[in-house]
């Protein structure tokens, strides 16, 4: 018994680990990809919610945190950063003023065109097959859909 729970204790059999250093790993291969779009990885998850919906469209500050799992407190300097860029358009809701609504600017749907090329890049630059990265998903899906009030 004692064998195999020093087996469990091994950092190689963590499945956390695993994911942080997949993570970890992944965030490293989109830098060079982002560069040209002028990108950090957590700015291209937020186009890439905001490029989902047709133009016009507008997010609340807290649906986007819902959608990004990210608090206010991280994701208002990034979208601050964003608006510097003229990327995206903040505004303060008409109806409720403790409200901020992000739009997609015309530059930031333009971004898109150039942005459709990085998920395929990713792949090739990772040497992962496409169906394997479909099944990898969905098992991570499986994982969080196993905890839905920690999300």
Known sequence: MDKAADELLKLDNQLCFQLYSASRL????????????????PQYLVMLVLWEV???HRFTVT???ERLKLDSGTLTPL??????????????????ERQV???LS???????QQAKRVP???????????????VMREMLK?????FPDQS
Do not use: M, N, W
């Open 142 to 146: 499986q994982l969080f859909a196993a």
């Open 26 to 41: 992944l965030t490293k291969l989109y830098q060079p990809l982002l560069k040209p779009l002028d990108l950090t990885y």
């Open 106 to 112: 015309a530059l930031g749907e333009s971004l898109k």
């Open 120 to 134: 395929e890049k990713l792949l090739c630059e990772a040497g992962v097959k496409s169906e394997d990265v479909v």
């Open 54 to 56: 047709p133009i016009g």
């Open 101 to 103: 609504l992000v739009r």
């Open 63 to 65: 649906q986007l945190g």
């Open 79 to 96: 979208l601050k950063r964003l608006e510097a860029k003229r990327l995206i358009q903040r505004q303060r809701s008409h109806d409720d």
